[in-house]
């Protein structure tokens, strides 16, 4: 490490480390990682590449991501060689009928359209990613936001049949950035410009001083709906 970390957040990485390896053993292999390229995805990915990089990541591209998170997808294709970073996109029949019938910046017009748009661009290509597979990894903190409070180091994910896993659930932001800064992982350039939390580009906005950090992410609606379906709002108990 170029720089020293608290004997605290070393307690966490080692904890982390351990749950990723526990999670491949456990699994017999059959288990992925959602990288969506945010600081706790790149913490994780750094973790995996460290420590168990059998585990394959896989990136979501909407389509319409940032220009920053696709140079920094490059990056990480580049810097961690003994990594499987695969790419899943949505196909493109789905999005060419989505905006035919409801126009290409239909999620600012409701709820329901914005969820219909996240459905098309994340969810499917979701469901293929994790097709046979029995468990999967996530970069959600507790910290987060009011959706994510609950969230447990492992989950039985109903909506997706299979075992969650969040190595990062009890870290603060603080963490998460003293552990890149000191392993100088790769991280997108936005975070430096105010946006702690990035998806798609017309969805992300900068926050101010004291604003949750999730609040730029479709800020049009209320806090509690901040989701795009990856996740369910309120956790589920780890199903043995």
């Given at each position: 490490m170029s720089e020293e970390i608290s004997s605290e957040l070393q307690s966490k990485v080692i904890a982390a480390a351990a749950l990723l390896s526990k999670g491949l053993s456990d699994y017999d292999g059959s288990i992925v990682f959602a990288n969506s390229l945010g600081?706790?995805?790149?913490?994780?990915?750094?973790?995996?590449?460290?420590?168990?990089?059998?585990?394959?990541?896989?990136?979501?591209?909407?389509?319409?991501?940032?220009?920053?998170?696709?140079?920094?997808?490059?990056?990480?294709?580049?810097?961690?060689?003994?990594?499987?970073?695969?790419?899943?996109?949505?196909?493109?029949?789905?999005?060419?009928?989505?905006?035919?019938?409801?126009?290409?910046?239909?999620?600012?017009?409701?709820?329901?359209?914005?969820?219909?748009?996240?459905?098309?661009?994340?969810i499917k290509p979701l469901k293929r990613a994790l097709a046979d597979k029995k468990a999967w990894i996530t970069g959600l903190r507790r910290e987060q936001s009011v959706t994510r409070d609950e969230i447990q180091f492992e989950e039985w994910d109903e909506g997706n049949n299979m075992h969650k896993l969040n190595p990062l659930a009890d870290w603060s932001e603080k963490e998460v950035w003293a552990y890149i800064k000191a392993n100088n992982v790769p991280y997108n350039e936005l975070h430096d410009k105010h946006y702690p939390s990035i998806g798609c580009a017309p969805c992300t906005r900068a926050i101010s001083m004291g604003e949750d950090v999730r609040s730029g992410r479709w800020w049009w609606e209320n806090p509690e709906n901040r989701e795009c379906g990856l996740h369910p709002a309120t956790p589920l108990n780890f199903k043995n």
């Open positions: 600081a706790e995805d790149v913490v994780i990915a750094d973790l995996i590449s460290k420590h168990c990089p059998d585990i394959k990541n896989f990136v979501l591209d909407t389509g319409r991501l940032p220009e920053e998170t696709l140079k920094l997808l490059a990056d990480m294709q580049g810097h961690y060689s003994n990594l499987q970073i695969d790419v899943y996109y949505p196909k493109a029949a789905d999005v060419e009928g989505f905006v035919a019938e409801n126009g290409i910046n239909a999620f600012y017009e409701s709820q329901d359209l914005r969820k219909g748009c996240c459905f098309v661009r994340k």
